[in-house]
């Protein structure tokens, strides 16, 4: 399978070439144009990097670099600016971003850079985690655990919103206020059942309890495979 990149630039011309320029050399690039979409689709998974302008028309590429990071997302990152200033690229690489280069670039360089962050990225980071949606089994470096119907949804509703905080009710009314049951104390329950399941196996994530906000999953979010 090859790498899967996400090209976040709102300049046509460029998204093409560099979409054009990396499938050429072996990857699976796609466009995207806007920061908020560009977020929901990093953390949905599945990507293996990303190459990020800092001017997204009225967004900003930092600001996505530096929730991408707040949402535990470890893969590499290379930005890229018209502006060559050093407190900008200095902005950009105290967001997050692993390098960062100045249009207009070649394109070989900017390969080269970028595999230099694929070869540190697969020293640091072992592969993430993957959830098998049919099997409900959760399989990572560390091992693999069984999940119940109730514990695969309620992890998969944390890994789709990763980084981000869900209280106790935004989870109940998602997964159980189906049921006819009124009593949010089953999330806690349920958390408390996933957490003993993962134990002590690194799968490279962690659930948090965040003081009046919730429940947040952070680190390295699972891949999602329907096999």
């Not at 990857?27 to 977020?39: F, M, Q, V």
């Not at 600016?81 to 967001?95: C, F, N, P, T």
């Not at 980084?163 to 206020?177: A, H, K, Q, V």
Request: proline share 4%.
């Amino acid at each position: 399978m090859n790498p899967r990149l996400l090209i976040v630039d709102d300049d046509p011309e460029i998204t093409s070439a560099l979409v054009r320029g990396l499938v050429l050399h072996g990857y699976d690039a796609e466009p995207e144009n806007r920061a908020n979409r560009a977020l929901e689709r990093l953390r949905s998974g599945g990507f293996s990097g990303a190459i990020i302008d800092v001017m997204l028309g009225a967004d900003s590429g930092i600001d996505l670099v530096r929730q991408a990071r707040e949402s535990g997302l470890t893969l590499p990152i290379l930005m890229l600016s018209a502006l060559s200033a050093v407190d900008q690229r200095a902005a950009g690489l105290e967001a997050g971003a692993d390098d960062y280069i100045v249009k207009p670039f070649d394109f070989d360089e900017l390969l080269a850079r970028f595999r230099v962050q694929e070869q540190r990225a697969s020293v640091a980071w072992p592969e993430p985690a993957r959830l098998h949606t049919e099997q409900r089994i959760l399989e990572g470096s560390a091992g693999s655990i069984a999940l119940t119907e109730r514990e695969y949804a309620l992890l998969e509703f944390l890994i789709q919103h990763a980084g981000t905080p869900l209280t106790r009710g935004e989870i109940f009314d998602m997964l159980w206020s189906g049921d006819g049951s009124n009593n949010e104390n089953v999330v806690n329950v349920y958390v408390g059942y996933l957490r003993k399941k993962l134990g002590d196996l690194d799968f490279g994530f962690e659930i948090k309890t965040l003081r009046h906000q919730g429940f947040c999953l952070t680190g390295r979010v699972p891949t999602r495979s329907d096999d």
